[in-house]
């Protein structure tokens, strides 16, 4: 199993940001229903203001080769146009446990 651990931080005032923030959980949320190998999505808004990313997600597929899978399937490079013009920063981590 692989985790893939994402956080983003976004450009724009907070509500600028929780606005797009918003919209990007929702469409990720939907994803297991919609990709065969994302086994589940777990994603968090930040809510403490004094720290600098605004989202993360927590993914889980069967093998490091999924990531791939997952990440170039149509409906997340869909979600994750929500995006665009928003994100600052990502960072990532993919590891098998």
């Known amino acids: 199993m692989v985790k893939h651990i994402v956080m983003f931080k976004l450009t724009g ?5 929780m606005q797009v923030a918003q919209a990007f959980k929702k469409a990720l949320e939907a994803l297991p229903e919609q990709i065969d190998v994302l086994q589940s999505m777990e994603v968090g808004i930040n ?7 605004d989202v ?16 170039n399937h149509p409906a997340h490079v869909a979600a994750a146009g929500l ?12 590891y098998e446990f």
């Open 47 to 53: 809510e403490n203001p004094d720290e600098q990313w």
């Open 83 to 94: 995006l665009a013009g928003h994100k600052e920063l990502r960072g990532c981590v993919d």
């Open 56 to 71: 993360v997600l927590t993914a889980i597929v069967p093998a490091m080769a999924d990531v791939s899978t997952y990440a």
């Open 13 to 17: 005032t907070h509500a600028e940001r």
